[in-house]
């Protein structure tokens, strides 16, 4: 089963091990959609608002799925969140929470701010290309996104 149509995975993790086995995980999972990266939840805003370095759209395409780590500086997920969630141009990106939290708190409160989706970042590498493969599957093969709706 391929994907419906080319969709950009945008990445919000400040851990750049954590970017780098993803991007792996992606590679090893023949993931064909295109992965990029942001290191905070300003720098997550700003791309999405096409803000100072992410002005141009070919260096900001919008994305058709974000994963979004829980804590990171500047801004948290949490608040990188609220903010997708409540600004009607952007809130009907899914979003996957991916992050290392288990805590009960964390999860309530991600849905609670519109999250799509909760997952535990795996200790194992196999168990990331495992995520990434049930992810490719549900989100960009079964599921039906939302059109795009920027303006470019």
């Known amino acids: 089963m391929e994907p419906k149509r080319a969709v950009t995975i945008l990445m919000a993790d400040d851990d750049p091990d954590d970017r780098d086995f993803a991007r792996s995980a992606m590679q090893e999972s023949r993931l064909a959609n ?73 999860i309530l409160r991600s849905y609670n701010l519109g999250a799509n989706c909760f997952i535990t970042k795996p200790v194992t590498f196999e168990g990331l290309v495992e995520v990434v493969k049930v992810l490719n599957r549900h989100w960009l093969q079964i599921v039906e996104l939302p059109p795009e709706t920027s303006s470019e």
Do not use: Q, W
């Not at 002005?55 to 948290?76: C, E, F, H, T, W």
């Open 34 to 106: 295109e992965l990029r990266f942001v290191e905070d939840g300003e720098e997550l805003i700003n791309y999405l608002r096409r803000l100072g370095r992410y002005a141009n759209p070919k260096d900001s395409p919008r994305p058709g799925l974000i994963l979004l780590d829980l804590n990171m500086p500047r801004k948290d997920g949490r608040e990188a969140l609220r903010e997708i969630k409540s600004d009607p141009a952007l809130k009907n990106i899914p979003i996957v929470v991916l992050t290392t939290s288990k805590a009960e708190e964390d």
